[in-house]
């Protein structure tokens, strides 16, 4: 895949990925799951290019190089896909509080800050 690849494919992919991984779990069958989620990361990767291409400057300056120690999630009903990370404005105080960075399927880039990880 090339990272102008159509993100609603990749986030297809990537989702169909993710169930995949769910079922195997199920079943034990780490060595089909590590395969799969080689074929994420990659997607990830491409998604994660594309984030930093479209982000605006201020994104930039606290965004990693790249997407290797963030979170990643998709969410199907808003076709966004996250990267989640420890707030740096609040990474040395008690109450640390997480940032997500968003792409969407039109390469909007946005920020949820003091983002919630729902089950």
Not at 50 to 58: D, F, G, V
Not at 105 to 118: G, Q, T
């Amino acid at each position: 895949m090339n990272s102008e690849a159509n993100l609603k494919d990749l986030f297809e992919n990537w989702n169909n990925y993710n169930e995949q991984v769910q079922e195997l779990m199920a079943s034990f069958d780490l060595a089909t799951v590590k395969n799969i989620r080689k074929k994420q990361q990659e997607i990830e990767d491409i998604i994660y290019v594309l984030l930093k291409k479209n982000a605006p400057n201020e994104y930039l300056n606290i965004l990693p190089e790249d997407c290797g120690e963030l979170e990643v999630g998709y969410d199907i009903t808003n076709n966004e896909f996250y990267f989640v990370m420890i707030d740096p404005e609040t990474e040395d105080e008690k109450n640390m509080k997480l940032i997500a960075f968003t792409i969407d399927i039109d390469k909007s880039v946005n920020v949820i800050e003091d983002f919630k990880i729902e089950d």
